[in-house]
């Protein structure tokens, strides 16, 4: 059997363009999806992300969602699985939308690139209120050291562009490469098929290395136009193009935004 990657839609944000395309439509609002992936056809189904473990943990600034059918076990179920049956979970890196529902799966080892571990532990503004159930954990944490092949077909990349430790997952499907790209890319039109012009790779609004993240767009650039697969965490691309699993909302404004939290937009 070989390699499979499946998007489940675990919920939205509405939050500023800005923080997503730096200096882009400040002030105006867009929606995002939360995306976690499921790795089949190794020796164990193995989870890249988590999700987020209360949609209230974001900051006033943002406004989470996640509808019942969003719930990470109702879709996993969905595909004949249960939490335990999860041996891996892969953690793009540590921040709040992509660590929370962890403890949903007891017999999951966690991988997770040291240098995320250091970067999150000394950040001064905390990004990750779920910090204390690694520190509590230890043993359920295995920590790796760069570029790594976990399983034949199925690589961890370190990209210290987002975070100071962020990596992505490379996938040898059938199909071609996927690459789960975390928060790399927060657009693909706008960071990837250069919607803003000629030649222009758009920066990101979060970001703690814009010129290291300038390096990995050019990358995966590269990578989308040999065919690989660009996952990102926060795109509705693996459901409405790529057809890689079920989108579980209708959420999402044009690139005009809209200039509230309130949904939907008003006409």
């Known amino acids: 059997m070989g390699l499979t990657v499946k998007a489940l839609h675990v919920g939205d944000v509405i939050l500023d363009w800005s ?4 200096g882009y439509n400040p002030g105006k609002k867009t929606c995002i999806s939360i995306n976690c992936f499921l790795i089949l056809g190794a020796e164990t189904p193995i989870l890249v992300d988590a999700g987020v473990r209360d949609v209230s943990a974001f900051t006033a600034a943002m406004k989470g969602y996640e509808l019942p059918d969003q719930d990470i076990r109702t879709i996993l179920r969905e595909e004949g699985l249960e939490p335990g049956d999860i041996g891996y979970i892969i953690v793009t890196h540590l921040d709040v939308d992509h660590t929370g529902k962890i403890p949903l799966f007891p017999n999951a ?7 995320e571990m250091a970067y999150q532990s000394s950040y001064k503004l905390h990004r990750c209120p779920d910090l204390p159930w690694f520190v509590s954990n230890p043993k359920r ?4 050291d760069g570029e790594m092949e976990l399983f034949a077909g199925i690589k961890c990349v370190l990209t210290t562009a987002h975070t100071g ?3 992505h997952v490379e996938v040898q499907t059938d199909a071609g490469k996927a690459i789960m790209v975390g928060d790399t890319v927060y657009d693909i039109p706008m960071q990837l098929e250069e919607r803003g012009g000629p030649g222009i790779f758009w920066p990101a609004g979060n970001c703690h290395n ?4 300038q390096d990995e767009l050019v990358r995966l650039k590269w990578e989308m ?3 690989s697969l660009i996952l990102p965490t926060h795109t509705y ?3 409405d193009k790529y057809k890689l699993g079920k989108r579980r909302s209708d959420k999402r404004s044009d690139y005009a935004g809209f200039p509230t939290l309130d949904w939907p937009p008003k006409q």
């Open 19 to 22: 923080f997503l395309l730096f």
């Open 109 to 115: 080892k966690v991988i997770l690139q040291r240098t």
């Open 141 to 144: 944490v295995e920590f790796i």
């Open 165 to 167: 430790g962020h990596q």
């Open 210 to 213: 814009q010129a290291l993240l």
């Open 225 to 227: 136009k040999r065919g």
């Open 237 to 239: 691309e693996p459901f």
